[in-house]
């Protein structure tokens, strides 16, 4: 089962396991998102939107260390949309490299 996790006031989300809902800081229509805090090298990480109505979107190469590599920034604005990383963060990468997305509106 997927957990939920929430984008925090930096644009930070720290994951607990493989496969997450992200929500919206103080619940907004939308937030970004340029940080992912908490993986180890090698772990497989599957995000998804926590609600329909309120879209997180993952930002290609901001935020703090370790940033998100991705192939351009991606929003989730349905449940069904996934972004798929692995995560790198150990010297000197120190970054989540996108593996695949879906946008299923």
């Known amino acids: 089962a997927s957990a939920e996790i929430t984008i ?3 644009g ?12 919206t800081y ?13 993986s180890t090298t090698g772990q497989i990480i599957i995000l ?5 109505a309120r879209d997180p979107t993952f930002v290609d190469g901001s935020g ?8 351009g920034n991606f929003t989730c604005d349905e449940q069904s949309d996934k972004l798929t990383l692995i995560s790198d963060v150990s010297a000197p990468n120190f970054e989540t ?4 997305r879906s946008n299923n509106d």
Do not use: F
């Open 8 to 10: 925090n006031s930096t």
């Open 12 to 23: 930070v989300i720290t994951v607990t396991q493989s496969y997450h809902k992200v929500d």
């Open 26 to 38: 103080e619940d907004a229509s939308t937030d970004d998102c340029g940080t992912l805090d908490g």
């Open 48 to 52: 998804r939107s926590a609600e329909d």
């Open 64 to 71: 703090s260390t370790p940033k998100m590599a991705l192939a």
């Open 97 to 100: 490299d996108e593996i695949s």
